[in-house]
Every structure is written in C-alpha cells, then in structure tokens.
Nanobody
Framework: QVQLVESGGGLVQAGGSLRLSCAASGSIVTIGTMGWHRQLPGKQRELVATIRPGGNTNYADTVTGRFTVSRDNAKNTVYLQMTSLKPEDTAVYYC?????????????WGQGTQVTVSS
C-alpha cells in the first residue's frame, strides 16, 4: 500500500512563513504529478499548486508569488514553502500524488494539516 504523511502545519502570524512537507512511502514504482490542495472553512477543496516530475509547476492565482512548490524525487517528497501568509490562507492543506503501483497510476492523498494565520 501507499501512504502520504504530511508535516509542518501550525499557527503563524500574518506576514509569516511556513513550510509543509509530504512524504510518500510504500509499494511505489514511480511518482507523477504531486501537489497541494486546501480546504478553507465552509468551502470546497481547491487547488494550490502542482509540480510534475521534471519540475514544471502550476499555481492558483491566489498564491502565485507567495508560495513555492518543490519536490525531492529521491525522497518521494513534495514541499510547499508559504511566505507572506494572509489570514485568508487559513485552511487544511492536503498533499496528493499520482503514483504508479504495479501497473497503474492512482491518486493518493495525505491526511491533511491545519494552517492557521492570525491577523
């Protein structure tokens, strides 16, 4: 089986920074796109950022210029560096990865980590 474990959430003041990590483990052949979504209170989950195996990235307009997604393919880990945080960034952040297990790709999700930005 495959497991994604997140770390790095917490409470930070507006203007501060946090770094989230998400490590994949298990019966992994290779990993395709990885990324982050978030779920704001009372809203649906939304895309934050994605990164392909070769390093191409994509960001939501709301975080462009403030957040940076990166990955370490040797460690099967994706990161989200968040700077200039705003109270409206308060959400549960979920990592995901498209992972090849045996002969097919499936999407896997982390358990979610709370990020709270105080004003």
């Amino acid at each position: 089986q495959v497991q994604l474990v997140e770390s790095g959430g917490g409470l930070v003041q507006a203007g501060g920074s946090l770094r989230l990590s998400c490590a994949a483990s298990g019966s992994i052949v290779t990993i395709g796109t990885m990324g982050w979504h978030r779920q704001l209170p009372g809203k649906q989950r939304e895309l934050v950022a994605t990164i392909r195996p070769g390093g191409n990235t994509n960001y939501a307009d709301t975080v462009t210029g403030r957040f940076t997604v990166s990955r370490d393919n040797a460690k099967n880990t994706v990161y989200l560096q968040m700077t200039s945080l705003k109270p409206e960034d308060t959400a549960v952040y979920y990592c995901y990865a498209n992972i090849l297990v045996r002969t097919s790709y499936s999407s896997y999700w982390g358990q979610g980590t709370q990020v709270t930005v105080s004003s």
